[in-house]
């Protein structure tokens, strides 16, 4: 889905071991460029339930790629795909297209990097666009920003 709605891809049974378990699941739709996903874990005996965190995967033959929590608070989590070592640039914008935190550069290496943006916590609740960078590619992301 798109990391904020989900469905139901399956039903597994928990199994109580004291030494813990694995637990397997594969999906059968094909990964176009990126899936998430995250598990809702069922009381049965005390009839609540929460959520894991959530994960993204991408499909390693896909271009560059970028996630992010959303919506953020005090901090704002980019889970970043590259399909080789090189630098990406990140600002972020207002609603009004004025950038509220200025470019910044992470050099990553090949794969899926988690970066982290620290100093969103005093921007005003509201909309933001995130614009990352990676060679000649550009991705835009629309994000909220709670408080």
């Excluded at 039903?11 to 990126?34: C, L, Q, R, T």
């Excluded at 965190?53 to 271009?63: C, E, G």
């Excluded at 050099?107 to 005093?122: C, F, P, S, Y």
Aim: proline residues 3%; aromatic residues 12%; hydrophobic residues 40%.
């Amino acid at each position: 889905m798109d990391g904020i709605n989900f469905y139901r891809s399956a039903v597994i049974s928990a199994i109580n071991d004291i030494d813990g378990a694995n637990y397997i699941f594969n999906d059968p739709e094909k990964i176009s460029s990126m899936a998430y996903y995250r598990l809702e874990l069922v009381s049965m005996s005390a009839g609540d339930h929460k959520y894991s965190k959530i994960i993204t995967l991408y499909n390693n033959h896909a271009l560059f790629k970028v996630s992010a929590v959303n919506p953020f608070k005090s901090d704002l989590k980019l889970d970043v795909f590259v399909p080789h070592e090189g630098q990406v640039e990140i600002t972020l914008y207002d609603a009004f297209g004025k950038p509220v935190v200025n470019k910044k550069s992470f050099q990553l290496n090949k794969g899926n990097t988690v970066v982290t943006l620290d100093d969103v916590g005093i921007l005003p609740a509201g909309i933001y666009v995130l614009r990352t960078q990676f060679e000649n590619k550009t991705i835009q992301n629309k994000l909220f920003k709670v408080n």
